[in-house]
């Protein structure tokens, strides 16, 4: 029995193994892990050394490694082996997988490795790289099990049987007409429990949830998580059916879309690859583009500030709230923003919303305004025995976080309303103008009730 999870507790040991060259010693280590584990260590593994790795493993060994590994070190490791186990690899990865390798490649990869593959493979190739970027096609499997409604149950099992090894999804068995039309859907299950003569398309379940070829892939995903599917049958705009799109894949989108929207919450340009595999400089140029902005965008806080200090000097005590005042304003902002980006992801909410989710973002915003200017209050009070300021940081409040909660529901979909990301309008960016609104609106409020 293989152990999992040790890539990372093993890797140094590993490192000074590979360094040495003592391939008996690789050999016993990689023979006590798991595939997936095995693939994570040639990922942070340096390229000198994947030669000896290779070397260590075994063909069949390497084929179960390789779907684990990502495209980059894919490429890698296909640069290392000779063309007949490059087309043995190549002949028995998934389409959809083999598809997405091809589309990180460069042009004179392409070049080497597509005369390798069989003339309906390399065709299968180039057709799921036409389809629009981040589109259903771009995931979809070619392989797949169909029959037609014609067929009996006994005829249909035997086509399981020849193709059970090549499909990306068994369990579904998908209803096709002699022009490729899909009809109905039926499961594994379906025809173990009908009988041999009957019809497929006695037994069949014709009301079939389908995605179109060019719809957004983490729609699709969405359809397939909402309905417990394995399996999405995807068709063209003559409704055929070309492929499929399996739960494995849709979880694959929806963790890659759910870290993209993560980083862009966080004004970080999404990553291609992993954290770790990132290199420190390109993690740097991604973060510093935004806070330069944040940077700027700052500065009319300090300006803000200086038109005011003439309320400062006449109440110094009113700079001790400042801090508390930016950072209740930028943390009730990024909340709202939060639950309201989430919403618009999910489809729970549409623009025709706006109305609803602003006023209910401004009741929400008056009710934690009120308690938090009691707190404040106190707090003023507390600190300085003077009941004024205590008024002008309790209003303050109550201003700063309707203020906050309204802009943040309402930026994000102003956002979709232009068709763009909401998931852009990031925490940070939201946090650094209500940080500029939240400075004017204490100040203006405290001039106004002092009496400066």
């Given at each position: 029995?293989?152990?999992?999870?040790?890539?990372?507790?093993?890797?140094?040991?590993?490192?000074?193994?590979?360094?040495?060259?003592?391939i008996k010693a690789i050999s016993q280590v990689f023979d006590e892990l798991h595939p997936a584990d095995i693939?994570?260590?040639?990922?942070?593994?340096?390229?000198?050394?994947?030669?000896?790795?290779?070397?260590?493993?075994?063909?069949?060994?390497?084929?179960?490694?390789?779907?684990?590994?990502?495209?980059?070190?894919?490429?890698?490791?296909?640069?290392?082996?000779?063309?007949?186990?490059?087309?043995?690899?190549?002949?028995?990865?998934?389409?959809?997988?083999?598809?997405?390798?091809?589309?990180?490649?460069?042009?004179?990869?392409?070049?080497?490795?597509?005369?390798?593959?069989?003339?309906?493979?390399?065709?299968?190739?180039?057709?799921?790289?036409?389809?629009?970027?981040?589109?259903?096609?771009?995931?979809?499997?070619?392989?797949?099990?169909?029959?037609?409604?014609?067929?009996?149950?006994?005829?249909?099992?035997?086509?399981?049987?020849?193709?059970?090894?090549?499909?990306?999804?068994?369990?579904?068995?998908?209803?096709?007409?002699?022009?490729?039309?899909?009809?109905?859907?039926?499961?594994?299950?379906?025809?173990?429990?009908?009988?041999?003569?009957?019809?497929?398309?006695?037994?069949?379940?014709?009301?079939?949830?389908?995605?179109?070829?060019?719809?957004?892939?983490?729609?699709?995903?969405?359809?397939?998580?909402?309905?417990?599917?394995?399996?999405?049958?995807?068709?063209?705009?003559?409704?055929?059916?070309?492929?499929?799109?399996?739960?494995?894949?849709?979880?694959?989108?929806?963790?890659?879309?759910?870290?993209?929207?993560?980083?862009?919450?966080?004004?970080?340009?999404?990553?291609?690859?992993?954290?770790?595999?990132?290199?420190?400089?390109?993690?740097?140029?991604?973060?510093?583009?935004?806070?330069?902005?944040?940077?700027?965008?700052?500065?009319?806080?300090g300006s803000i500030i200086k038109s005011y200090d003439y309320v400062l000097a006449s109440v110094m005590g009113?700079?001790?709230?400042?801090?508390?005042?930016?950072?209740?304003?930028?943390?009730?902002?990024?909340?709202?923003?939060?639950?309201?980006?989430?919403?618009?992801?999910?489809?729970?909410?549409?623009?025709?919303?706006?109305?609803?989710?602003?006023?209910?973002?401004?009741?929400?915003?008056?009710?934690?305004?009120?308690?938090?200017?009691?707190?404040?209050?106190?707090?003023?009070?507390?600190?300085?025995?003077?009941?004024?300021?205590?008024?002008?940081?309790?209003?303050?409040?109550?201003?700063?976080?309707?203020?906050?909660?309204?802009?943040?529901?309402?930026?994000?979909?102003?956002?979709?309303?232009?068709?763009?990301?909401?998931?852009?309008?990031?925490?940070?960016?939201?946090?650094?103008?209500?940080?500029?609104?939240?400075?004017?609106?204490?100040?203006?409020?405290?001039?106004?009730?002092?009496?400066?």
């Open positions: 029995m293989v152990n999992t999870g040790r890539q990372y507790f093993l890797k140094p040991d590993i490192d000074i193994i590979l360094e040495k060259g003592d693939a994570e260590v040639i990922e942070l593994t340096d390229d000198k050394h994947l030669g000896l790795i290779v070397d260590v493993l075994s063909p069949e060994a390497l084929k179960d490694v390789f779907e684990f590994l990502d495209e980059e070190s894919e490429i890698k490791i296909l640069s290392l082996l000779k063309r007949p186990q490059v087309r043995e690899i190549l002949d028995e990865m998934p389409s959809d997988e083999r598809a997405d390798l091809f589309e990180v490649m460069a042009e004179k990869d392409k070049k080497q490795y597509l005369p390798l593959m069989p003339k309906e493979d390399r065709e299968d190739v180039l057709t799921l790289l036409s389809h629009p970027e981040e589109s259903a096609g771009t995931i979809m499997s070619t392989e797949y099990i169909s029959v037609n409604p014609d067929n009996t149950v006994e005829e249909a099992m035997e086509i399981v049987r020849e193709r059970a090894s090549e499909s990306a999804i068994v369990y579904y068995i998908y209803v096709v007409n002699k022009r490729g039309h899909l009809k109905g859907v039926l499961t594994l299950k379906d025809l173990f429990l009908a009988k041999k003569k009957q019809k497929i398309k006695a037994i069949m379940e014709d009301n079939v949830i389908s995605a179109r070829v060019d719809e957004d892939r983490e729609r699709v995903a969405n359809l397939i998580k909402k309905y417990g599917f394995l399996a999405l049958p995807i068709v063209d705009d003559r409704k055929c059916l070309v492929g499929v799109v399996t739960v494995d894949d849709a979880m694959d989108v929806l963790t890659s879309e759910a870290t993209e929207d993560i980083h862009k919450l966080g004004a970080i340009a999404p990553i291609e690859r992993g954290y770790l595999k990132t290199n420190i400089f390109k993690s740097a140029w991604r973060r510093l583009v935004w806070l330069a902005f944040f940077l700027i965008v700052g500065t009319f806080t009113l700079a001790y709230f400042i801090p508390m005042l930016s950072g209740t304003a930028g943390n009730a902002g990024s909340q709202t923003s939060t639950m309201v980006i989430r919403a618009i992801a999910t489809g729970e909410l549409r623009l025709s919303d706006t109305i609803i989710v602003v006023l209910r973002e401004m009741s929400i915003g008056v009710i934690i305004g009120i308690i938090l200017s009691v707190l404040a209050y106190a707090r003023a009070i507390y600190w300085l025995s003077n009941p004024m300021i205590g008024v002008a940081v309790g209003l303050s409040i109550v201003a700063i976080v309707v203020t906050s909660t309204t802009f943040g529901a309402l930026i994000p979909l102003i956002i979709k309303a232009i068709h763009l990301d909401p998931a852009v309008i990031s925490m940070p960016l939201i946090a650094t103008f209500m940080d500029v609104v939240s400075i004017f609106a204490y100040f203006e409020i405290s001039r106004l009730v002092l009496g400066l």
